[in-house]
C-alpha cells in the first residue's frame, strides 16, 4: 500500500501561483490591444507556467516570498527583452508619415510572421497595413524592433 503522501499547499503559495497567472492573462490581453500580437511571450510562459504548477502541487520548498521575487525578477527581464519600442499605434502613425495614401481599416492589429529563425528575446511578427491612393491598394510591413516601413510587393 503505497499511496502517494498529499503535500499540503501554503495558502501564501496559492495566492502567488493565482497572482502569476493573473499576471499572465494581463500580458497577454496587453499583447492583443497594445502589441497586436508581435510580442514573442515564449520566456514568459516558460517562467510562470512551471513555476505556478509546482507551488500549485506543493513542491515549492523554499520560502513564497524568495519564489516570488525570483519569479517576478526572471519575468520584468523577460518583458524589458521582449518589449518592442514600436506599438501598433506607433507604427499606424510611421506608415502614414512616410507613405502617401489612406489607411484601409481592416482587421485591427494584424501581425505578419517573417522568417522562420527562432529567437525567444524577439518579435518573429511584424505589424501589417494596408493604404489606398488612387484606388490601388498597397501593403507595408512594420518592424516592431526598428520602426522600418517595408513595402510588400503583390
Known amino acids: 500500500m503505497n499511496e502517494r ?12 501561483a493565482t497572482a502569476l497567472l ?19 511571450l ?25 519564489v516570488g521575487l525570483l519569479t517576478g525578477s526572471l519575468i520584468a527581464f523577460c518583458l524589458a527583452m521582449v518589449v518592442p519600442p514600436h506599438t501598433y499605434s506607433d507604427a499606424q502613425v510611421l506608415v502614414q508619415q512616410s507613405q502617401a495614401g489612406e489607411l484601409i ?4 492589429n494584424v501581425a505578419v510572421s517573417v522568417g522562420n529563425k527562432f529567437n525567444v528575446f524577439s ?9 489606398q491612393e488612387n484606388g490601388i491598394e ?15 510587393i503583390k
Open 105 to 108: 481599416k481592416g482587421e485591427e
Open 123 to 131: 518579435p518573429d511578427r511584424f505589424y501589417l497595413f494596408t493604404l
Open 5 to 16: 503522501k498529499k503535500r499540503k499547499v501554503r495558502r501564501s503559495d496559492k495566492i502567488l
Open 42 to 66: 515564449t520566456a514568459v510562459i516558460g517562467i510562470i507556467v512551471p513555476v505556478s504548477y509546482l507551488l500549485l502541487r506543493g513542491l515549492a520548498r523554499r520560502n513564497t516570498i524568495v
Open 138 to 152: 498597397q501593403e507595408f510591413m512594420v518592424n516592431p524592433e526598428t520602426g522600418e516601413v517595408i513595402e510588400l
Open 22 to 40: 493573473c499576471l499572465l492573462a494581463a500580458i497577454i490581453i496587453l499583447d492583443f490591444t497594445v502589441y497586436g500580437r508581435v510580442l514573442n
